[in-house]
């Protein structure tokens, strides 16, 4: 496959889960006045939408297509901690033990990326 068209796979698919996305905050935005209410209404339903979409393995399909452009939203953080939990329980941990590991890998991505704000911030401030 050419660098070209999985660059534009990538991009369709990342283009599309930003446009679910764009949709709800209008959607919530009809119903709830806030705007900062509205952005974090709108990421929680996109979460949920994202386990349902891991759940039933569409998600699968999705990232087989768009590879890197399934990997950066939402859903890809939360396909992270489901594959993780799913490997762990796969393992032969219990159900409690596998959540907290798949838990503990976004806690990883995000608190990475929290340090290296915080760090950027204060070099640049």
Do not use: H
Request: with cysteine; glycine share 12%.
């Amino acid at each position: 496959m050419t660098a070209i068209r999985k660059i534009l796979k990538a991009f369709l698919v990342g283009g599309c889960f930003g446009l679910i996305g764009q949709l709800l905050i209008a959607l919530f935005a009809i119903f709830i006045s806030d705007a900062t209410m509205v952005i974090m209404v709108s990421i929680l339903a996109f979460g949920v939408i994202a386990v349902v979409i891991i759940a039933n393995g569409f998600y699968f399909k999705v990232a087989e297509f768009g590879d890197s452009g399934a990997a950066i939203p939402v859903c890809g953080l939360m396909f992270g901690a489901a594959t993780s939990a799913a490997a762990a329980q796969k393992a032969g941990a219990k159900l409690e033990k596998a959540f907290i590991v798949g838990f503990w890998n976004v806690l990883k991505i995000l608190g990475t990326g929290f340090v290296i704000a915080f760090i950027l911030g204060l070099l640049l401030c």
